[in-house]
């Protein structure tokens, strides 16, 4: 199964509340297959313990649950941003990965948001650039 699928990237006009932007990315990743739907209440559970924000715009909201079946991720970008707890993000990846995928899954992340200018091109790109970004392979 593909970690990452085009109808789980979406682009966003308007900003949404971090709560219902997990929430939304929470459906995806069960609706795919990829996490049961107690999965989301487990990323919200770890957003009220944890800061996701991890720089250049980027928040990575992710759980700690044995209900996660096939490693994946859903995507959410603001070209305009998105307010997440008193910062501007402008993208949302929301990562489930299985234990021996989580660090390779990161590192990919990194590499492709490496910097606030590799975000906010990404953020304002179209969803076949942004699966592409995230499907490549060297």
């Not at 096939?70 to 995507?75: K, R």
Request: with cysteine; net charge negative.
């Amino acid at each position: 199964m593909e970690e990452l699928l085009k109808e789980n990237i979406s682009i966003e006009t308007e900003p949404k509340s971090k709560t219902v932007i997990i929430q939304e990315l929470g459906n995806r990743l069960c609706q795919s297959g990829y996490t049961d739907q107690a999965y989301t209440d487990a990323m919200l559970a770890t957003e009220k313990m944890y800061e996701t924000v991890v720089g250049f715009g980027l928040a990575i909201p992710h759980g700690q649950s044995d209900t996660v079946h096939h490693s994946g991720m859903a995507i959410m970008a603001f070209p305009q941003g998105t307010i997440w707890d008193d910062q501007i993000v402008k993208m949302v990846i929301a990562l489930a990965a299985k234990e021996r995928d989580h660090l390779r899954m990161l590192t990919d992340i990194a590499i492709v948001c490496s910097g606030q200018e590799e975000v906010n091109q990404l953020a304002c790109s179209s969803i076949d650039t942004i699966a592409q970004a995230f499907t490549a392979k060297e």
